[in-house]
C-alpha cells in the first residue's frame, strides 16, 4: 500500500515576527519541518510532498533531494494548500496523511495509530485529536453520539457552549487518495475569511453519510503546534527531555538533563557521563564511558572512548581513545588528538594532528602542525603557522621536548628526539636529538641518544 505525506508550509507564521519562514526555525538544532518530515518517514512508503509558498525558495532549497514541493501562490487556506498536492499524487497513492509543518513534537508512532484507524475505518478518513484544558485556538471537535466525527468547529465561530468542548483537532489527518482529491473541489469558500478550509471534509463526508475516526491522543505536549516563539521555546524544552531521556534510557547518564543541551541526531554511547551546561550539537558523535562536561559545547566532532572532557569548546575534531582534556580548553576544525593525548587549560589546537601520548598541558597554540607520538608541548608553545598571506606546517617528530615559551616559526621540521630551550624562536629545521635555545634558535650541540 502506497502511502504519502503531504505537509502545509505555505503559510506566513505572522506572529513568529521573524524573516525566516516559521518551518525553518531549528528545534534543538533542526528545522521544525525537519522533526516532523522524520516522523512521517516511519509510516510513509513515498517520498514526501511540501506545499510551499511564504519563503518557498528558502524551504524548497533547505529540503533538496529529501521531499517534492509543490507551490501554492495566493494562499487560501489548508484546504486549497492540500489541493495542489493532487497534480503530483493524483492517481499515486492509497493513503495520503495531510498534516501542518509547524507540529514539530508528533511522533511516528502517533501517525502510526492514526494510519492503522484509518485502514479499519469504512470512512474517507481518521484524524488526531487530543484533550487539553487550554485550547490554544485550535478547532474543537463535535462528535456524533456513535463516537464518529461529526463536525470540526474553527475557534472564531464556535458558540460558547462549543468552546467549552475539550477534544481538540490536532492537524493531521489521514485520507483515502482517491476520496480527498474528489472532496477538496466540494470545499466552500469560508466567506469571513475567503478561505477554504481542509477541515470542511468533515462536512462532506457527514454529508455523503461516511464515517470519519478520529484517533484520541493522550499527551497534550506532543500535539504543540508553533505560531508564536513562546511556543518555540515550550516545543525546544519538550524536545529535549524527549531527546535526553531517549539517551538516558540507552544507558547514558546526566545529572541533570534539565541543563543538558543535545541536539537531534547527536549519538552517545553508554556508561558515557554528560555534565551539567554540556551543549552537545551537529554532527556529533560520541563513544562509551567518557565524561562530558560540565560546562562544554561539542560541534560536529566524533570522540571516541574513555576520554575526559571538562569545560571546552570543541568545534569540527575527532579524538580517539582515552582524550583528557581541559579545562578551558579548545579544538577547532581539523584537529585529531590520537589516544591518550593530554591536553590541559587554555590550548588551541587547529588543522593538526597530536599522535598517541602527545602532552600539551597550558597555554599553547597549534596551527598547521604534525605532532608525532610522546612529545611534550611545553607550556606557552606557538606555532607561528601564518605569515600573513598563507599559512605554513610545522611537523613536530616523536619525544620531542618543546620548552616552554618556544615559538616554532613554520615552515619548520622539527627531528625525533629533539628539544627546544625555554623561550627558543625556532627558525630553522632541528635535525634528530639535537638541543636548540636562543633567539633565533641555533643548534649548540648534539644530544646523545637515549638507550634503546
Ligand atoms: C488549523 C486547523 C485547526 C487546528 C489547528 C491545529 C484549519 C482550517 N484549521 O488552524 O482546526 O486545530 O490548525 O494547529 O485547517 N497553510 C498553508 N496554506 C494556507 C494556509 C495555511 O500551507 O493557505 C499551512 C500553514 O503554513 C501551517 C498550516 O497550514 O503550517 C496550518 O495553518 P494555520 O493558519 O496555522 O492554521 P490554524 O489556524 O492553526
Ligand atoms: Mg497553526
Known amino acids: 500500500m502506497k502511502i504519502t505525506a503531504v505537509l502545509l508550509a505555505a ?8 524573516d525566516q519562514p516559521k518551518v525553518l526555525h531549528p528545534l534543538c538544532g533542526k528545522p521544525m519541518l525537519w522533526h516532523v518530515m522524520e516522523a512521517l518517514k516511519e509510516v510513509t512508503t513515498e517520498m514526501p510532498v511540501v506545499v510551499v509558498g511564504h519563503g ?44 501542518y509543518a509547524d507540529m514539530p513534537l508528533l511522533r511516528g508512532e502517533t501517525f502510526e495509530q492514526l494510519v492503522e484507524t484509518q485502514r479499519l475505518n469504512t470512512g474517507p478518513f481518521s484524524l488526531l485529536t487530543v484533550i ?11 462528535r456524533k453520539p456513535d463516537g464518529t466525527v461529526e463536525s470540526i ?17 490536532v492537524g493531521a489527518y489521514c485520507f483515502n487518495a482517491e476520496w480527498l482529491w474528489g472532496a477538496l473541489k466540494r470545499i466552500e469558500k469560508n466567506q469571513k475569511k475567503g478561505e477554504y478550509y481542509l477541515t470542511d471534509v468533515v462536512g462532506i463526508a457527514v454529508k455523503d453519510n461516511l464515517p470519519v ?9 506532543e500535539t504543540i503546534g508553533i505560531n508564536t516563539r513562546v511556543h518555540l521555546s515550550e516545543a525546544e524544552s519538550a524536545m529535549r527531555q524527549r531527546i535526553n531521556r531517549g539517551h538516558m534510557l540507552n544507558g ?39 565524561t562530558i562536561g560540565p560546562n562544554t559545547i561539542i560541534r560536529d566532532t566524533t570522540i571516541g572512548n574513555g576520554c575526559k572532557i571538562i569545560s571546552s569548546v570543541l ?14 580548553a579548545r579544538l577547532r576544525k581539523g584537529a585529531r588528538l590520537k589516544s591518550h593525548v593530554h591536553m590541559g587549560n587554555f590550548g588551541e589546537v587547529k588543522d593538526s594532528t597530536l599522535h598517541e601520548g602527545v602532552k600539551m598541558g597550558h597555554f599553547s597554540y597549534i596551527g598547521n602542525a604534525d605532532i608525532g607520538a610522546h612529545s611534550n608541548i611545553g607550556a606557552g608553545t606557538i ?12 611537523v613536530i617528530g616523536e619525544n620531542v621536548f618543546i620548552g616552554s615559551d618556544t615559538m616554532l616559526v613554520a615552515p619548520l621540521e622539527i627531528g625525533n628526539g629533539a628539544r627546544t630551550g625555554a623561550g627558543a624562536i625556532v627558525t630553522k629545521n632541528v635535525p634528530d636529538d639535537t638541543l636548540v635555545v636562543g633567539m633565533p634558535a641555533r643548534a649548540i650541540k648534539k644530544l646523545r641518544k637515549k638507550k634503546e
Open 315 to 328: 568545534e569540527g575534531a575527532v579524538l580517539e581513545d582515552n582524550v583528557d582534556m581541559g579545562p578551558f
Open 132 to 142: 487539553a484544558d487550554e485550547p490554544r485556538g485550535f478547532g474543537r471537535i463535535v
Open 56 to 99: 518557498a525558495e528558502e524551504v524548497t532549497k533547505y529540503l533538496g533531494a529529501s521531499a517534492r514541493t509543490v507551490l501554492q501562490e495566493p494562499q487560501l487556506g489548508t484546504g486549497h494548500a492540500a489541493m495542489q498536492a493532487e497534480s503530483l499524487l493524483m492517481g499515486k497513492s492509497d493513503l495520503v496523511i495531510v498534516t
Open 153 to 169: 468547529v474553527e475557534e472564531y465561530v464556535a458558540t460558547p457552549e462549543q468552546k467549552q468542548i475539550k477534544e481538540l483537532n
Open 383 to 394: 606555532t607561528a603557522n601564518y605569515d600573513g598571506e598563507k599559512k605554513h606546517a610545522t
Open 252 to 290: 547514558v547518564s546526566m545529572t541533570d538533563p534539565a541543563s543538558t543541551y543535545i541536539e537531534a541526531g547527536v549519538q552517545i554511547g553508554k556508561d558515557t557521563n554528560v555534565l551539567p551546561n554540556t551543549h552537545l550539537h551537529g554532527d556529533t558523535i560520541i563513544g562509551e564511558r567518557n
Open 213 to 221: 475516526q478520529a484517533v484520541l491522543h493522550d499527551d497534550f505536549v
Open 11 to 18: 503559510g506566513q507564521g505572522t506572529r513568529m515576527k521573524s
